[in-house]
């Protein structure tokens, strides 16, 4: 858990992907403490972004460096509604198989959206491993598709499809426990559709930019993660699978940030 005795944060993670060039950080905000986005809730706390740190190896869909860092206009108070999670350090290892977590206001299935009052949704999916996802997304892939899993990537879901994160929860927190935490393990990136079969979501993760979100807010102390089980071998889910056909990938609906309460990093 990050350490220390303060009780506010000012930084979040986010992905880079709505956080481009053309748009300035005026244009977003970050939400937190909220359940039903439709509907008044008390104990949620709304920000203004002040500064905007995308990961410079970015380049489109697909690559690598799919985070970014908001500071906010001004520090948040934790609360009941509103929490920390862990970042794990550089090291960290979840093992395949792992049980985590996604949540998030998107899709409920590919263009339906999350209907009135839009209630936060939230869904395990088991951590795939690198080299099986790798063989997944190369089944019957297009050319316009990404075929490489990359080292800072890590995939979660189904083989079979059918549940799956989706337009809209892109930039939301992938939550792993371990050891009696949570830790922030990755961060909705990119996918082929939703819950197509052979196409797991795809998450940035965050173990891999331990070292550069401590180089710009040094007072998160990555955590190590002790796991409670071995990894084991997960290539046979890739055999005798059949091909989905590509879809669009995902995207955020506007530009409001609207982040869990997962999501929040900082200082207990």
Known sequence: M???????????????????????????EVKLGA??????????????VEKVISHPSYRHEGSQG?????????????????????????NAS????????????????????????????????PLISRETCNCLYNLNAKPNEP???????VCAGYVEGGKDACQGD??????????????????????????????PGVYTLTSSYASWIHHHVAELQPQV????????????LCRSHVAFSS??????LGLTLLLSLALILGLL
Not at 6 to 22: D, K
Not at 69 to 81: D, Q
């Open 170 to 199: 892109s930039g939301g927190p992938l939550s792993c426990p371990a050891g009696g935490l949570w830790y922030l393990a990755g961060i909705v990136s990119w996918g082929d559709a939703c819950g197509a079969p052979n196409r």
């Open 225 to 236: 993660v002790t796991p409670l089980q071995e990894s084991q071998p997960d290539i046979h």
């Open 94 to 125: 979840f093992p395949n198989g792992l049980q985590c977590t996604v949540t998030g206001w998107g899709h409920v299935a590919p263009s339906v959206s999350l209907q009135a009052p839009r209630i936060l949704q939230q869904l395990e999916v």
């Open 66 to 90: 799919d985070i970014a860092l908001l500071r906010l206009s001004s520090p948040i108070t934790f609360s009941r509604y509103i929490r920390p999670i862990c970042l794990p350090a550089a």
């Open 247 to 252: 879809a669009p990938g995902r995207g955020l």
């Open 147 to 153: 075929h490489s899993i990359q080292q800072d990537m």
């Open 35 to 48: 359940h039903q986005l439709d509907s008044y809730t008390p104990a949620a706390e709304v920000r203004t």
């Open 2 to 28: 990050p350490q220390g005795s303060r009780s506010q944060v000012s930084w979040v993670p986010a992905f880079v992907l709505p956080v481009c060039r053309e748009h300035h950080k005026d244009d977003y």
